[in-house]
């Protein structure tokens, strides 16, 4: 090194990758849950179209989360440095969530 270079910092991720990979594995975890109770409750009582609709998507929904956070989940285990999360990929994560949400609570309502 030159005299009068500066160093880079040099990035130590500790544990982080591992403790991302368990976050979105919770996530998982919540999501199937909201999935399982929506289902429940569509099939519950009177079945009614409206009801098969909304169970059916919100099993798609959470279908789509589970298949992106696998793909999250498989980058984060292969590498001790992972890529960052792209761009398209957290947009569409929040989508699936918010509208799994929001599918569950109109089956509730």
Not at 25 to 42: C, D, E, P, Q
Request: hydrophobic share 55%; with cysteine.
């Amino acid at each position: 090194m030159s005299p009068g270079a500066v160093a880079e910092p040099v990035r130590d991720p500790g544990l982080q990758p591992e403790r991302t990979r368990l976050a979105w594995r919770r996530t998982t975890l919540s999501g199937t849950v909201a999935a399982v109770l929506a289902v429940k409750t569509a099939l519950h009582g009177d079945v009614t179209v409206v009801g098969l609709v909304g169970c059916a998507l919100c099993i798609g929904l959470w279908l789509g989360f589970l298949a992106l956070a696998h793909r999250r989940i498989s980058v984060l285990a292969s590498s001790p440095e992972p890529a960052a999360l792209a761009p398209r990929h957290a947009a569409a994560t929040v989508l699936f969530t918010v509208a799994l949400a929001l599918c569950g609570a109109a089956l509730v309502l």
